[in-house]
Nanobody, 118 residues
Framework: QVQLAESGGGLVQPGGSLRLSCKAS????????MTWVRQAPGKGFEWIAS?????????YYADDVANRFVIDRDNDNNILYLQMNNLKPEDTAVYYC??????????RGPGTQVTVSL
């Protein structure tokens, strides 16, 4: 059974940082492209970053998070990370990890709330 569990969200001021984690189980994590998406209030899912499996180790970022966010993975412990720096109010959303490669990202965890505000 596939399980994904995000953690690490919270309230942070603009310019601050957070590190999200996603613990995965029930599938061959090391051999799967993993992705972070987010959903702001009243909006659809937005893809923000993906990490290819260990055969290529390539990483991909949406334009508005490139140079601020870093996706990483620990294949030994089945954990996906998202280091978020220089956070902006528009980054406020629920963040999810998923092994799906495209919307609607049904295979995802319950999410973790990130709020960027003074």
């Amino acid at each position: 059974q596939v399980q994904l569990a995000e953690s690490g969200g919270g309230l942070v001021q603009p310019g601050g940082s957070l590190r999200l984690s996603c613990k995965a189980s029930g599938f061959a994590f090391a051999h799967v492209r993993m992705t972070w998406v987010r959903q702001a209030p009243g909006k659809g899912f937005e893809w923000i970053a993906s990490s290819d499996n260990d055969a290529t180790a390539r990483k991909y970022y949406a334009d508005d998070v490139a140079n601020r966010f870093v996706i990483d993975r620990d294949n030994d412990n089945n954990i996906l990370y998202l280091q978020m720096n220089n956070l902006k109010p528009e980054d406020t959303a629920v963040y999810y990890c998923t092994r799906d490669i495209r919307a609607p990202y049904n295979t995802r965890g319950p999410g973790t709330q990130v709020t960027v505000s003074l």
